[in-house]
């Protein structure tokens, strides 16, 4: 079923963000003090009275700027308008009406969407000041006051929006998503990937570095599935983050990878391979994330026959750490070698969901342990009992033994490949855990 979807907009500043974690229940949105932090649009569900809308929210509208950023900012509000089936328009009790405010109203009368005007800061219990009635001049009807940060006002302003929200009544049930987290260091191209895929401006693209600060999601579904594209922003060394808002984002970012299925990690090629590139690689490996090592701008390189070969070496030394990644060579600009990296991302989370039979495992089991005999020490010989499954995301085994300080780490990698080699469990890591017999 595709909900309906409630647009806030307004002038930077008036809190469009704060009510937006209001109405969804939770701080996705990064709130900060300083104008324009949120950039692009950001996406969640709000439910009131049994019905669920999606709910946008946007980077602050300033209609008569020439910056670059602020421009893209206002670009990406107009495309939230356009896509919406009811807009909130914020505004600030403290600051009154402002030039800004009445342009920001004139462009959604244009619009022809239904409209409801918010007045925030409205934090004190009662009837609304006098201030509160200057706002009718906006000529959107009826205002609602509204304390987006204590929740005071939010009830009746669902009330008024949900009146010009459809509802189909039979809610379909969708098939089973993949997340996949796109991360890398700064301008990778992890903005230009989503929207070459979407085939539309989804996230703003900038030689800035930083531009991206909110982890942004957009629902993808082709003929490899249904994804759920999570672009982050671009992570850097610790000692080059200045401001507590890069700081924020990082942290979103990371929280992206812990509720990922699949991780790409984008390098550029044109740069090469960075230490910054493997940490963030280190990041998903250590959350025990299925991934892909996607090489972007391909296409921007100098490329005779071995280049393609010297560069895979190059990724096989520097990110030896997760020699199970697959290597997609692709172009988020023109769009190269796109359905690969799907294809990679579908077999990566294949294999990580994969469960094989206790039956299968110890089978596999006997045959590796005659093949190669387990380590002993003193002349006690190592005794592996059993092996079973324990869990996916990542695929987990348990080996139970006689003494697990006779099992030897290079032992424990033996067995590791033998099982990636019998099941083929390409993209994914293996998580192995030694217990003793009868140990909990």
Known sequence: M???????????????????????????????????????????????????????????????????ILSQMRRQAQLAIDTASAIILVTDLKSGVVATDADVAQMLQKSGKPVVLCVNKCDSVGEPPMEFYEFYNLGLGEPVAVSAVHGHGTGDLLDRVFEYLHFESEAE??????????????????????????????????????????????????????????DTAGLRRQSRIYDDIEKYSILRAKMAIERSDVCVIMIDATEGITEQDTKVAGLAHDAGRACVLAVNKWDAIEKNDKTMQEFRKKLDTDFAFMSYAPQVFISAKTGLRIDKLFEAIVMCWQNTNLRIRTGMLNEL??????????????????????????????????????????FHFSYLRYLENRI?????LEGTPVKMIVRERGEK
Not at 22 to 36: A, H, N, Y
Not at 184 to 201: F, H, M, R, V, Y
């Open 2 to 68: 595709t909900k309906p979807v409630i647009a806030i907009v307004g002038r930077p500043n008036v809190g469009q963000s704060t009510l937006f974690n209001k109405l969804i229940g939770q701080r996705l949105s990064i709130v900060d003090d300083t104008p324009g932090v949120t950039r692009d649009r950001i996406y969640g569900e709000t439910e009131w009275c049994g019905n669920t809308a999606m709910v946008v929210d946007t980077g602050g509208i300033e209609p008569k700027s020439d910056d670059v």
């Open 173 to 230: 049930e969708d098939d089973e998503i993949v997340n996949v987290a796109i991360i890398g260091k700064p301008n990778a191209g992890k903005s230009s990937l989503i929207n070459k895929i979407t085939d539309e401006e989804r996230c703003i693209v900038s030689d800035i570095a930083g531009t991206t600060r909110d982890t942004i999601d957009t629902l993808v579904e082709n003929a490899y599935g249904k994804f759920n594209l999570t």
């Open 365 to 406: 089991l006997a045959q590796a342990t005659t093949r190669v005999q387990p380590p002993s020490d003193k002349g006690k010989r190592l005794k592996i009992f059993y092996m079973t499954q324990a869990g996916v995301k990542p695929p987990t085994f348990v080996f139970f033994c006689n003494d697990k300080e006779l």
């Open 420 to 424: 990636r080699e019998a099941f083929g």
